[in-house]
T-cell receptor, first 111, second 112 residues
Framework: EDQVTQSPEALRLQEGESSSLNCSYT??????LFWYRQDPGKGPEFLFT???AGEEKEKERLKATLTKKESFLHITAPKPEDSATYLC????????????FGKGTRLHILP | DGGITQSPKYLFRKEGQNVTLSCEQN?????MYWYRQDPGQGLRLIYY???????QKGDIAEGYSVSREKKESFPLTVTSAQKNPTAFYLC???????????FGQGTRLTVV
């Protein structure tokens, strides 16, 4: 069964303290892995799509990487406005376009 | 502006009543999705549609129904058979390559 597990569930950092969020996945043939940011009461905002192991993408203070079993979202020198829930999702080949989400990591950046 | 519009943002209903949540997109996307989000549960797939007049059940379809009569619209009906309907409902659509879903702003349904 396709599965996505995110860790930690919650993370508190001081402003400027870099860290990484983890997304472990089990799928039979990865078509794409996605990262989203979600603010309270809002819909998820798309950040990145990664397609193959070794791929990396960056946006401002965020950098996403992908291996054959997991993805990391690295946050460099975070600011309070980076506080949000970060969601990881995967789509597998031959799964009729289903996108499966992890439970997310709640990130809180203290000023 | 192109995007996905969900309405209403907040919805209150009495127990036992059916309610329909609206989702409209003007992105010319083929695939559309409905997810339910509960605290600590992440997003769970209710129904999805790859093309007009066709849709498939997701992981938690019981107590829900959908239709896809137009490419732009994918309404979700929460029926009285859904035992715990109070939740945050999210609609999404994805590009023609069917990768990368974009989300609406959600509808928070409260059943009292």
């Amino acid at each position: 069964e396709d599965q996505v597990t995110q860790s930690p569930e919650a993370l508190r950092l001081q402003e400027g303290e870099s860290s990484s969020l983890n997304c472990s996945y089990t799928v039979s043939g990865l078509r794409g892995l996605f990262w989203y940011r979600q603010d309270p009461g809002k819909g998820p905002e798309f950040l990145f799509t990664l397609y193959s192991a070794g791929e990396e993408k960056e946006k401002e203070r965020l950098k996403a990487t992908l291996t054959k079993k997991e993805s990391f979202l690295h946050i460099t020198a975070p600011k309070p406005e980076d506080s949000a829930t970060y969601l990881c999702a995967v789509q597998a080949w031959n799964r009729d376009d289903k996108i499966i989400f992890g439970k997310g990591t709640r990130l809180h950046i203290l000023p | 502006d192109g995007g996905i519009t969900q309405s209403p943002k907040y919805l209150f209903r009495k127990e036992g009543q059916n309610v329909t949540l609206s989702c409209e997109q003007n992105l010319n996307h083929d695939a559309m999705y409905w997810y339910r989000q509960d605290p600590g549960q992440g997003l769970r797939l209710i129904y999805y549609s790859q093309i007009v007049n066709d849709f498939q059940k997701g992981d938690i379809a019981e107590g829900y129904s959908v239709s896809r009569e137009k490419k732009e619209s994918f309404p979700l009906t929460v029926t009285s058979a859904q035992k715990n309907p109070t939740a945050f409902y999210l609609c999404a659509s994805s590009k023609p390559d069917r990768l990368t879903a974009f989300f609406g702003q959600g509808t928070r349904l409260t059943v009292v």
